[in-house]
């Protein structure tokens, strides 16, 4: 008596293919198989497609910064940045090209543009942090805001520590050049600079404790900072 392992009929009659299946499940067999292959193909062109869009936009890119970064016509790079790069995220991975066009938004003095963008950016890729508060420490630090470029500095140093592999080796450095930006950008902001060691104490043991994070940092800071104003 035939068996169709599909479906379980059974019948002395029942038509059953090499494979252990009536013709009916065959049939559907086929179908799936066939539903299979057309939704791969759909998918390879899209990834085609998406590729050709992002070579053709990242072309767009390098040519626009070969044509205007030299002359410093920043507004005509941050239109044809904007075109592609709004909104996030695109298909590709543009951060490189996204943090250029804050670095562009700086330059062209449109601040408020800079800082939504690095907010949007961390908002979307929140490990992405240190490059995000690397470029609000500095953007502060230009706008001669030294007090928050000293909050963002100790939050790019804290994200940036915590993904050192060899951590033992490199945290007397660490600390000894945390320490240097940090008290020139203290006196600047009229802080006391004698205060910056234990703000670098606090930062080492934020580092090497595993369940920290920027919220632990941040209030860190602030306790810190309170004591001196």
């Known amino acids: 008596m035939s068996h169709c392992k599909g479906c379980g009929k059974k019948g002395f009659f029942l038509h059953i293919s090499k494979t252990g299946l ?5 049939k559907e067999a086929l179908e ?3 539903g299979q292959e057309r939704r791969w193909e759909e998918t390879k062109c899209k990834m085609d497609e998406n590729l050709r869009i992002a070579n053709e936009q990242v072309a767009q890119l390098n040519a626009a910064r070969n044509k205007y970064e030299k002359t410093k016509e920043y507004g005509k790079l941050i239109e044809v940045y904007e075109s592609i790069l709004s909104p996030l995220p695109t298909t590709w991975n543009s951060l490189s090209h996204t943090f250029l066009l804050v670095e ?4 062209d003095n449109q601040r408020d543009k800079a800082w939504t ?3 949007s950016i961390l908002l979307k890729y929140p490990n992405e942090a240190c490059r995000v508060r690397r470029a609000q420490y500095r953007l502060l630090k230009r706008e001669k805001n030294f007090s928050e470029a000293l909050k963002m500095y100790f939050l790019y140093k804290f994200n940036d520590c915590k993904s050192i592999v060899c951590w033992e080796t490199v945290r007397a450095s660490e ?3 945390f320490c240097k930006e940090a008290q020139a950008l203290a006196k600047r902001a009229k802080l006391d600079i004698q205060a ?3 703000l670098a104490d606090s930062l ?3 580092v090497e404790n595993p369940y920290t994070d920027e919220r632990t940092a941040i209030r860190e800071f602030n306790s810190w900072y309170s004591k001196l104003v």
């Open 104 to 107: 562009y938004y700086q330059k």
């Open 196 to 198: 910056v060691p234990q």
């Open 32 to 34: 799936k198989a066939k």
């Open 175 to 177: 600390r000894n050049s």
């Open 117 to 119: 963008l690095l907010n």
């Open 204 to 206: 080492i043991k934020l």
């Open 22 to 26: 009536c013709d009916s499940c065959m």
